[in-house]
């Protein structure tokens, strides 16, 4: 097999689609084309058929009643439709909602949203290996406590969180737990009972599905959990979600979940080794280090940071060749670093220096071997071209040192 270039190390931003989900969806664009809400002839039969068997394939990824599956247009809305539909809902119980500084910006911004209409949230900052406090979880609840809000693996760094810990406070308090678990769902197991989470949001083109589908796990039994819809219309998806349903992205996600979950134990086992191998090769260069935990983390992503180098400028090394993503330009074309990686307690010389790996399921070993050499060669490259370097070599204490302003 030749070598596949450019090399594509971004599955978390997106993943490409798998051949066999877009075979699956292409009837549905033409000659099954109804609408699934159409009762009274074949072509609405044909189409309510195929997403009821896609709302079974998604809901035994994650070991749901299909019942209990709403389906979105992807993950941020799933996101919004949790946290804003639970935030109306249970107004009369109280108006608290406990989240994290290192959640998806679709989950940060609902949540500052819900401030502004008068809601109380509270934001756990995270420990330096990204996890974070359960006693600090348990001491934010109050009695107006309605809903914690705690993503299941981070989309930069790829850390786990104890669900299964955070899912005991919540119940314990009678708390509703939801959690945003687009980049663990066909990953890694995810399981709604054996977990305690009462609702999950996921997404279809992170797990080489099609984009604009994705779905919102809520608990019908113990506790029987509501929404309010935030998109009204006819009252489909037991009128939580209203909207004509998008039969082929359905469909696709569907057959995409079915493939997460008969290949999920040995794409991982085969990812993480990958992985390791990419990122053992990498930590041999000086001065390297791997932001967040390595023991509670998913098995296809890891970020480095590569010190005295600045990840926009790595990145142009070899971005013809290798697409990846830097720790200062995952949420916009700003020069920000990465608010995730800075929650870590990373300084910003840290955070400018980050690459995000993304491996996935067309990732070969040729790449990752392509993409050891490219990045071993640029940082060194770089660094030879760097003062600060040099001086660090001297042995120069770079944080001693004053900085004249002008």
Same mark, same amino acid.
């Given at each position: 097999?030749?070598l596949?270039?450019p090399? %594509? ?5 997106t ?5 066999r ?7 549905y664009?033409?000659e ?12 609405g039969w ?19 009643d299909p019942?209990?599956?709403i ?10 439709l949790?946290?804003k539909?639970?935030?109306?809902m ?8 406990i989240t994290?500084?290192?959640? /998806?910006?679709?989950?940060l911004?609902?949540c500052? /949203?819900?401030e502004k209409t008068?809601?109380?949230?509270? %934001?756990l900052?995270?420990?330096e ?8 979880l ?12 705690i993503?299941?693996g ?6 786990v969180q104890?669900i299964?810990?955070?899912?005991k406070?919540?119940?314990?308090h009678?708390?509703?737990?939801f959690?945003?678990a687009?980049?663990?769902v ?5 399981d709604v ?9 996921f997404s279809?083109?992170k797990?080489y599905g099609?984009?604009g589908v994705?779905?919102?796990y ?12 935030q998109?009204?219309?006819?009252? /489909? ?6 909207g004509t ?12 979940c079915?493939l997460?979950?008969?290949e999920?134990?040995s794409e991982?086992?085969r ?15 000086e001065?390297? %280090? ?7 983390r998913?098995? /296809?992503?890891s970020?480095i940071s590569?010190?005295?180098v600045?990840?926009?400028g790595?990145?142009m090394?070899?971005?013809?060749n ?7 330009a ?8 990465? %608010? ?8 910003d010389?840290l ?19 392509f ?13 030879e ?19 004249a302003?002008?």
């Amino acid at each position: 097999m030749e070598l596949k270039l450019p090399v %594509y190390l971004d599955n978390n931003a997106t993943t490409p689609m798998d051949p066999r989900v877009l075979e699956a969806m292409l009837p549905y664009f033409t000659e099954k084309f109804g609408n699934a809400a159409s009762r009274n002839h074949s072509f609405g039969w044909v189409a309510e058929e195929a997403v009821d068997y896609a709302r079974e394939q998604v809901a035994k990824l994650i070991n749901a009643d299909p019942k209990e599956i709403i389906f979105t247009s992807g993950a941020t809305e799933a996101d919004n439709l949790a946290i804003k539909g639970v935030y109306e809902m249970y107004a009369s119980k109280g108006n608290h909602v406990i989240t994290a500084t290192t959640e /998806h910006k679709a989950v940060l911004d609902t949540c500052k /949203h819900i401030e502004k209409t008068g809601g109380q949230v509270t %934001y756990l900052n995270v420990k330096e290996d990204g996890l974070i406090d359960l006693e600090e979880l348990e001491k934010a609840i109050t009695p107006k406590t309605i809903l914690i809000a705690i993503m299941y693996g981070n989309n930069e760094t790829g850390v786990v969180q104890p669900i299964r810990e955070i899912s005991k406070i919540a119940r314990r308090h009678g708390v509703l737990f939801f959690t945003d678990a687009t980049q663990a769902v066909g990953k890694i197991p995810v399981d709604v009972n054996a977990d305690g989470i009462d609702l999950l949001a996921f997404s279809g083109h992170k797990m080489y599905g099609p984009k604009g589908v994705g779905a919102l796990y809520v608990r019908r039994k113990n506790p029987r959990v509501k929404v309010t819809s935030q998109m009204d219309g006819g009252g /489909h998806e037991r009128g939580m979600r209203s909207g004509t349903l998008n039969v082929p992205a359905i469909v696709g996600f569907g057959k995409a979940c079915e493939l997460c979950m008969n290949e999920m134990e040995s794409e991982a086992a085969r990812l993480s080794k990958m992985r390791d191998r990419l990122e053992n090769s990498l930590m041999e260069l000086e001065e390297t %280090y791997v932001n967040g935990s390595t023991e509670h983390r998913l098995p /296809h992503v890891s970020n480095i940071s590569f010190k005295y180098v600045e990840g926009e400028g790595l990145m142009m090394g070899f971005n013809k060749n290798i697409a990846l993503s830097s720790g200062s330009a995952c949420t916009s074309a700003s020069l920000e670093p990465s %608010y995730v990686l800075k929650a870590l307690g990373l300084g910003d010389d840290l955070a400018h220096s980050s690459l995000r790996f993304g491996l996935g399921r067309f990732t070969t070993d040729d790449q990752i071997d392509f993409t050891i050499d490219a990045i071993k060669s640029t940082v060194t490259k770089l660094r030879e071209m760097s003062p600060l370097w040099e001086m660090f070599k001297e042995g120069v204490d770079i944080n001693a040192i004053e900085w004249a302003h002008h």
